[in-house]
Protein backbone atom coordinates (compact mmCIF):
# COMPACT_ATOMS: atom_id res chain seq x y z
CA UNK A 1 0.00 0.00 0.00
CA UNK A 2 1.27 3.62 -0.82
CA UNK A 3 1.73 6.06 2.19
CA UNK A 4 -0.55 8.61 -0.88
CA UNK A 5 -3.75 8.57 -1.00
CA UNK A 6 -5.53 6.78 -3.73
CA UNK A 7 -7.75 9.91 -4.05
CA UNK A 8 -8.75 13.64 -2.51
CA UNK A 9 -12.17 15.17 -1.62
CA UNK A 10 -13.25 18.84 -1.80
CA UNK A 11 -14.10 20.52 1.03
CA UNK A 12 -18.16 20.94 1.66
CA UNK A 13 -18.86 19.57 -1.57
CA UNK A 14 -22.29 18.56 -0.16
CA UNK A 15 -22.73 22.02 0.96
CA UNK A 16 -22.36 23.82 -2.04
CA UNK A 17 -23.03 21.42 -4.96
CA UNK A 18 -26.37 19.56 -5.51
CA UNK A 19 -27.36 17.16 -8.20
CA UNK A 20 -29.62 14.54 -8.72
CA UNK A 21 -27.29 13.55 -12.03
CA UNK A 22 -24.04 12.07 -11.29
CA UNK A 23 -22.89 13.61 -14.46
CA UNK A 24 -23.88 16.86 -14.52
CA UNK A 25 -23.33 19.06 -17.37
CA UNK A 26 -22.34 22.12 -15.42
CA UNK A 27 -21.62 22.99 -11.24
CA UNK A 28 -22.59 25.61 -9.42
CA UNK A 29 -19.66 28.56 -8.89
CA UNK A 30 -20.46 30.65 -5.47
CA UNK A 31 -19.58 33.82 -4.97
CA UNK A 32 -18.12 33.73 -1.91
CA UNK A 33 -15.34 31.43 -3.45
CA UNK A 34 -13.18 34.62 -4.35
CA UNK A 35 -13.28 35.73 -0.76
CA UNK A 36 -12.38 32.76 0.91
CA UNK A 37 -8.70 32.11 2.16
CA UNK A 38 -8.51 29.55 -0.50
CA UNK A 39 -8.46 31.97 -3.24
CA UNK A 40 -6.50 34.81 -1.66
CA UNK A 41 -3.68 32.47 -0.64
CA UNK A 42 -3.09 30.33 -3.92
CA UNK A 43 -1.09 31.38 -6.87
CA UNK A 44 -2.76 31.50 -10.35
CA UNK A 45 -1.73 27.99 -11.51
CA UNK A 46 -3.20 26.59 -8.43
CA UNK A 47 -6.88 28.79 -8.95
CA UNK A 48 -7.20 27.32 -12.21
CA UNK A 49 -6.34 23.90 -11.06
CA UNK A 50 -9.37 23.91 -8.09
CA UNK A 51 -11.56 24.65 -11.01
CA UNK A 52 -10.49 21.66 -12.54
CA UNK A 53 -10.52 19.51 -9.58
CA UNK A 54 -14.45 20.74 -8.96
CA UNK A 55 -15.36 19.71 -12.29
CA UNK A 56 -14.07 16.31 -12.02
CA UNK A 57 -14.94 16.04 -8.82
CA UNK A 58 -18.80 16.74 -10.17
CA UNK A 59 -18.61 13.53 -11.29
CA UNK A 60 -17.08 11.44 -8.52
CA UNK A 61 -19.62 12.69 -5.51
CA UNK A 62 -16.80 15.20 -4.48
CA UNK A 63 -13.82 12.99 -4.99
CA UNK A 64 -10.68 13.77 -7.05
CA UNK A 65 -8.27 10.61 -8.10
CA UNK A 66 -4.76 11.44 -6.77
CA UNK A 67 -3.39 11.45 -10.29
CA UNK A 68 -1.88 14.17 -11.42
CA UNK A 69 -1.27 13.11 -15.55
CA UNK A 70 -4.79 12.35 -15.19
CA UNK A 71 -6.04 15.41 -14.08
CA UNK A 72 -3.29 17.09 -16.55
CA UNK A 73 -5.16 15.26 -19.59
CA UNK A 74 -8.59 15.69 -18.56
CA UNK A 75 -8.41 19.32 -17.85
CA UNK A 76 -6.35 20.38 -20.89
CA UNK A 77 -3.49 21.80 -18.39
CA UNK A 78 -0.57 23.03 -19.97
CA UNK A 79 1.89 21.57 -16.95
CA UNK A 80 1.55 18.50 -14.34
CA UNK A 81 -0.71 19.69 -11.76
CA UNK A 82 0.40 20.20 -8.18
CA UNK A 83 -2.14 19.43 -5.60
CA UNK A 84 0.10 20.57 -2.51
CA UNK A 85 -0.90 24.02 -2.51
CA UNK A 86 -5.14 23.13 -2.41
CA UNK A 87 -4.47 20.37 0.29
CA UNK A 88 -2.68 23.20 2.47
CA UNK A 89 -4.73 25.31 1.86
CA UNK A 90 -7.35 22.82 2.96
CA UNK A 91 -9.32 22.82 -0.40
CA UNK A 92 -8.80 19.57 -0.81
CA UNK A 93 -8.54 16.60 1.89
CA UNK A 94 -8.19 13.08 2.38
CA UNK A 95 -11.74 11.12 3.10
CA UNK A 96 -12.26 9.96 6.45
CA UNK A 97 -11.76 6.08 5.08
CA UNK A 98 -9.04 6.58 3.57
CA UNK A 99 -7.18 8.63 6.15
CA UNK A 100 -7.96 5.49 8.53
CA UNK A 101 -6.40 3.43 6.27
CA UNK A 102 -3.80 5.39 5.71
CA UNK A 103 -3.03 5.77 9.37
CA UNK A 104 -3.32 1.71 9.82
CA UNK A 105 -1.03 0.99 7.25
CA UNK A 106 1.41 3.74 8.88
CA UNK A 107 1.51 2.26 12.41
CA UNK A 108 2.23 -1.36 10.24
CA UNK A 109 5.53 -0.09 8.78
CA UNK A 110 6.56 1.39 11.79
CA UNK A 111 6.11 -2.16 13.51
CA UNK A 112 7.72 -3.80 10.51
CA UNK A 113 10.85 -1.50 11.17
CA UNK A 114 11.32 -1.69 14.56
CA UNK A 115 12.89 -5.35 14.47
CA UNK A 116 15.33 -4.02 12.27
CA UNK A 117 16.21 -1.09 13.71
CA UNK A 118 17.25 -2.98 16.95
CA UNK A 119 19.23 -5.35 14.82
CA UNK A 120 21.25 -2.59 13.40
CA UNK A 121 21.96 -1.46 16.93
CA UNK A 122 23.15 -4.95 17.61
CA UNK A 123 25.01 -5.13 14.63
CA UNK A 124 26.50 -1.92 15.03
CA UNK A 125 27.59 -3.53 18.82
CA UNK A 126 29.01 -6.52 17.49
CA UNK A 127 31.32 -4.98 14.71
CA UNK A 128 32.20 -2.25 17.47
CA UNK A 129 33.73 -5.62 19.19
CA UNK A 130 37.02 -6.67 18.65
CA UNK A 131 37.79 -10.05 17.56
CA UNK A 132 39.45 -10.82 20.67
CA UNK A 133 37.03 -10.18 22.33
CA UNK A 134 34.06 -12.51 20.57
CA UNK A 135 33.08 -15.99 21.84
CA UNK A 136 34.76 -18.62 19.93
CA UNK A 137 31.98 -21.25 19.81
CA UNK A 138 32.83 -25.04 20.00
CA UNK A 139 31.03 -26.15 17.24
CA UNK A 140 33.72 -24.10 15.02
CA UNK A 141 36.77 -26.07 15.79
CA UNK A 142 37.90 -27.39 12.67
CA UNK A 143 38.78 -30.55 12.03
CA UNK A 144 41.61 -32.46 9.15
CA UNK A 145 39.72 -33.56 6.17
CA UNK A 146 40.84 -37.05 5.72
CA UNK A 147 39.16 -37.30 9.73
CA UNK A 148 35.87 -36.05 8.76
CA UNK A 149 35.63 -38.20 5.65
CA UNK A 150 36.37 -41.27 8.24
CA UNK A 151 33.86 -39.67 11.21
CA UNK A 152 30.53 -38.94 8.55
CA UNK A 153 31.59 -42.80 6.87
CA UNK A 154 32.03 -43.97 10.18
CA UNK A 155 28.90 -46.12 11.65
CA UNK A 156 29.11 -43.49 15.13
CA UNK A 157 26.79 -43.75 17.95
CA UNK A 158 25.64 -40.85 20.11
CA UNK A 159 28.00 -41.70 22.62
CA UNK A 160 30.92 -41.30 20.58
CA UNK A 161 33.37 -39.05 21.41
CA UNK A 162 34.92 -36.89 18.26
CA UNK A 163 37.71 -35.08 20.06
CA UNK A 164 39.15 -38.26 21.39
CA UNK A 165 38.88 -40.06 17.73
CA UNK A 166 40.75 -37.36 16.60
CA UNK A 167 43.35 -37.54 19.15
CA UNK A 168 43.74 -41.23 18.49
CA UNK A 169 43.50 -40.30 14.38
CA UNK A 170 46.44 -37.88 14.66
CA UNK A 171 48.94 -40.21 15.76
CA UNK A 172 48.21 -42.20 12.89
CA UNK A 173 50.44 -42.22 9.47
CA UNK A 174 48.98 -41.17 6.39
CA UNK A 175 48.74 -44.68 5.18
CA UNK A 176 47.53 -45.69 8.62
CA UNK A 177 44.78 -43.15 7.92
CA UNK A 178 44.29 -43.89 4.68
CA UNK A 179 44.15 -47.70 5.93
CA UNK A 180 41.45 -46.96 8.34
CA UNK A 181 39.49 -45.01 5.60
CA UNK A 182 38.97 -47.62 3.33
CA UNK A 183 38.89 -50.58 6.28
CA UNK A 184 35.08 -48.41 7.41
CA UNK A 185 32.77 -50.20 4.79
CA UNK A 186 33.76 -53.90 5.47
CA UNK A 187 32.81 -52.91 9.07
CA UNK A 188 29.77 -51.62 8.04
CA UNK A 189 29.17 -54.57 6.02
CA UNK A 190 29.94 -56.91 9.10
CA UNK A 191 27.07 -54.51 11.62
CA UNK A 192 25.37 -55.07 8.49
CA UNK A 193 25.26 -58.86 9.21
CA UNK A 194 25.28 -59.19 12.43
CA UNK A 195 22.17 -56.38 13.59
CA UNK A 196 22.22 -57.79 17.16
CA UNK A 197 26.74 -56.68 17.87
CA UNK A 198 27.47 -53.64 19.54
CA UNK A 199 28.68 -50.66 17.34
CA UNK A 200 32.57 -50.14 17.99
CA UNK A 201 33.36 -46.66 19.42
CA UNK A 202 35.86 -45.22 16.85
CA UNK A 203 38.13 -44.29 19.31
CA UNK A 204 38.48 -47.92 19.90
CA UNK A 205 38.55 -48.76 15.72
CA UNK A 206 41.36 -46.69 16.22
CA UNK A 207 43.36 -46.48 18.88
CA UNK A 208 43.44 -50.22 19.05
CA UNK A 209 44.29 -50.74 15.55
CA UNK A 210 40.95 -52.56 14.75
CA UNK A 211 40.36 -51.35 11.43
CA UNK A 212 43.39 -53.53 10.10
CA UNK A 213 41.32 -56.28 10.32
CA UNK A 214 38.70 -54.89 8.61
CA UNK A 215 40.95 -53.97 5.82
CA UNK A 216 42.49 -57.11 5.32
CA UNK A 217 38.91 -58.85 4.90
CA UNK A 218 38.38 -56.12 2.49
CA UNK A 219 41.32 -56.77 0.31
CA UNK A 220 40.43 -60.53 0.54
CA UNK A 221 36.91 -59.85 -0.72
CA UNK A 222 38.02 -57.76 -3.58
CA UNK A 223 37.74 -59.20 -7.13
CA UNK A 224 41.21 -60.21 -8.64
CA UNK A 225 42.16 -57.87 -11.28
CA UNK A 226 41.79 -59.61 -14.97
CA UNK A 227 45.08 -60.54 -16.28
CA UNK A 228 45.71 -60.97 -20.70
CA UNK A 229 45.54 -64.45 -19.75
CA UNK A 230 42.62 -64.35 -18.69
CA UNK A 231 40.75 -62.78 -21.27
CA UNK A 232 43.03 -65.02 -23.31
CA UNK A 233 41.08 -67.80 -22.48
CA UNK A 234 37.77 -65.91 -22.51
CA UNK A 235 38.32 -65.06 -26.15
CA UNK A 236 39.19 -69.25 -26.67
CA UNK A 237 35.70 -70.06 -25.46
CA UNK A 238 34.13 -67.25 -27.48
CA UNK A 239 35.95 -68.52 -30.68
CA UNK A 240 34.92 -71.69 -29.88
CA UNK A 241 31.84 -71.58 -28.76
CA UNK A 242 30.54 -68.78 -30.74
CA UNK A 243 29.26 -67.36 -26.79
CA UNK A 244 29.91 -64.91 -24.30
CA UNK A 245 29.35 -64.57 -20.80
CA UNK A 246 28.03 -60.54 -21.03
CA UNK A 247 26.92 -60.82 -17.18
CA UNK A 248 30.65 -61.64 -15.90
CA UNK A 249 33.05 -60.34 -18.74
CA UNK A 250 30.75 -57.00 -20.44
CA UNK A 251 29.96 -56.47 -23.57
CA UNK A 252 31.03 -58.75 -26.26
CA UNK A 253 34.02 -58.00 -28.25
CA UNK A 254 33.02 -55.18 -31.24
CA UNK A 255 30.34 -53.74 -29.02
CA UNK A 256 30.69 -50.49 -27.14
CA UNK A 257 32.47 -50.46 -24.04
CA UNK A 258 33.75 -53.74 -24.57
CA UNK A 259 36.35 -54.40 -21.92
CA UNK A 260 38.72 -56.42 -23.79
CA UNK A 261 42.28 -55.13 -24.52
CA UNK A 262 42.42 -54.41 -28.53
CA UNK A 263 45.87 -55.96 -28.85
CA UNK A 264 44.13 -59.54 -27.97
CA UNK A 265 41.17 -59.11 -30.71
CA UNK A 266 41.14 -60.60 -33.95
CA UNK A 267 38.79 -60.10 -37.19
CA UNK A 268 35.17 -60.90 -36.67
CA UNK A 269 35.61 -61.83 -32.75
CA UNK A 270 32.19 -60.88 -31.21
CA UNK A 271 30.29 -61.48 -34.70
CA UNK A 272 26.96 -63.60 -34.00
CA UNK A 273 27.92 -64.24 -30.99
CA UNK A 274 25.17 -65.60 -28.77
CA UNK A 275 25.39 -63.88 -25.18
CA UNK A 276 25.84 -67.05 -22.55
CA UNK A 277 24.08 -67.68 -19.47
CA UNK A 278 26.03 -70.20 -17.45
Known amino acids: MSDQPARYKVKNWEQFQ ?12 HFAILASEDWVMLDDASRVLMFACMLVASKNEG ?18 P ?3 PLISCGFLEIPLADASALQAHARAVQADARPEKRQSREEKSLSETSSDERPVSKS ?11 WLDYPRSPNMSKAKALAGWVKLSEQERKACREAVPAYRAFLTSKPDHPTMHAVTFINERRFEGFVEQAAASAPRPVTPQDWGKRLAFGRQQSKWHVEQWGPRPGDPECRVPEHLLQPGDGQAWAVWEA
Open 63 to 80: MVPNNPAYLKRVAYLNRT
Open 82 to 84: NFN
Open 140 to 150: SKAYPEDFEAF
Open 18 to 29: HYRDRNPPWIKL
